[in-house]
């Protein structure tokens, strides 16, 4: 969904790939974080383009969790002490122009921005 919403917003083939890399990263932060692994939880997402934009919203009813609490990684300290996983946050941070979190008693929302260059 996101790479052909991409596509059709005249996204280049590298942002096209950072998108879906952001969007699986997510994807990924919500089963593991807010559902705690259970695959089956429902998960909300659209893709839509605004402009020169593309928005990607996920919503889920699982546990709060904001991504903005979550410190940049140490990507100098040595692989052999460095935790497996611990990413999604930074790479989400570094592949889009805006990530935003929103906690309510309807759930939780993350919004992503890319500007189209």
Do not use: W
Request: with cysteine; net charge negative; aromatic share 6%.
């Amino acid at each position: 969904m996101v790479a052909a919403v991409a596509r059709e917003g005249g996204f280049s083939e590298k942002d096209i790939y950072s998108l879906q890399l952001a969007a699986d990263e997510a994807a990924s932060n919500i089963i593991e974080h807010a559902y705690e692994g259970d695959s089956d939880a429902s998960l909300f997402m659209t893709c839509d383009m605004k402009d020169d934009e593309i928005i990607i919203t996920m919503r889920d009813t699982g546990k709060p969790f904001d991504p903005s609490r979550v410190r940049e990684p140490d990507l100098k300290a040595d692989l052999s002490k460095r935790q497996i996983g611990g990413l999604g946050v930074y790479l989400m941070r570094k592949l889009m122009d805006d990530v935003r979190y929103e906690s309510t008693r309807a759930g939780n929302l993350l919004t992503m921005t890319k500007r189209r260059e």
